[in-house]
DNA sequence: CGAACGTTTGAGATGACTCAAGCGTTGTGG
DNA sequence: CCACAACGCTTGAGTCATCTCAAACGTTCG
């Protein structure tokens, strides 16, 4: 295994951040360090799986932003996860050993790659650490399923509401976000393939939210003036995050 | 561990059927037989889980429907989730130790819980068969984001196209379907539920489905014409099901 | 400076929703 | 065994959120 260049900073130091309950070990960190094999960086725009390839290593997101997307027949784009740094983009693909859809980045990104062989034998020799990677991969289908409920259930705006609710709440765990603001570099058409909505819609939801005063949206900056006011208009609650705060549920849903 | 009433069969026997590459060995099988410890019958409609609930016990659902789903504040639903028999059903609770969705029963049912100190000491002993539960856990994952794709970019006919024929390759690889036709016993507000629909629209759509001569869905029975041409209309393509037939990916999504 | 890309706005079309009512089926208790 | 209540299915009429099509404008970058 050739030593991969790491400018500073341990390349998982965000992954699992803020997750208190399955914080790792420092000795888990280091083996999960040791397991990397490779470290790049990419432009925006970068496929780095396409669906249905055969995968032999995951990839661990150190800087940027990742989209994981689903095409139509006619090119219709639906993005079903957006990645944040910190996170084990298709860890998924390790018991699977292929995807469903395709990985790109929506950002340069800096990637770390960890081979499927050496994950074997994370499994066999660390069972808590498997476990944790395992709860990494449910920490995603949990906010599938939250995407899903925004997807059924919700207007433009809410889903718009929600959708900058929740990366507020991620972005802030890995100190991303001051709780108000936060730099999201993503074009309204990539929002709209997020929330299952037009390009041209985007907008002018985009437009009653800065006439609302609920937040804005310019030059790759979200603004948020007041959270829990955004948050309510979007029916959101950070509970399946799993995040420390906040972390009660509550009379309502 | 008390010895759990098993009236015929295994309880875990259609756990991954269909499911070649990650086939239980028969010894994992025997250990996962034993670490049931209860089996009860239970009648439609009966919440197993209400979100937020502390999690010691994961269920597998040995026969009949359940569905996993989120209520938005007014009371709207959204089912993230339908489980059919030989599915895992919460065992994204053993990781994460609560749900961020409710469990409920669409039909009578048969469940079987497996503790979670024995699901630890799988976990410990069996790193193989812990890969297949985690693997288990995935194919959820990919399930929810092909429904995100079916909520984002399809319409009321393709949604309903493709939910029925994904229940219907389902049910097949658990021999519940003969390919065209099987029993669904759920309403018509459960399949609105599930689309991210009204009641009354999914109704008019089942009669354009019908008039159509595409199938029809009537007393509990789904009647699938040409299952090519439902699967073509709902643009399903069954690779994420990670099935043996149909497998590999092709030109098109 | 021009090309490519992203944002903004308008006008008109439409798919799905809401409200409302009638009908069919099932189960239950008098 | 009938009557009625509860529930699910079906249909109609009118409304509204979002889409489509089209064009103009702003910004970035080579």
Known sequence: MNVPERDGGMLT?????????????????AVLERAVSEVKK?????TLVRHGDALHQSTLLVDGFIRRSIDDRDGQRQTVAVQVPGDFV???GYPLKKLDHDVVTLTAVRVAFVRHTDLDAI??????LTRKLWYATLLDAAMHREWLFRLGRLDAIERISHFLSETNARLKAIGLSDGHRFRLPITQTDLAEICGLTTVHVNRVL???????LCTFKSSMVDIADPDQLALRGQ???GYL????????????
Chains 1, 2 share one sequence.
């Open 42 to 46: 990419l432009p925006a725009r970068t």
């Open 123 to 128: 499994t066999r020799e660390h069972p808590t």
């Open 13 to 29: 130091e965000r992954f699992l951040r803020g997750h208190n309950d399955v914080a790792l070990l420092p000795e888990e960190r």
């Open 90 to 92: 298709d860890l998924h």
């Open 236 to 238: 959101f609650d950070a």
């Open 242 to 253: 799993h995040l420390p705060w906040r972390d009660e549920p509550e009379a309502g849903r």
């Open 207 to 213: 437009r009653q939210l800065r006439d609302d005063g």
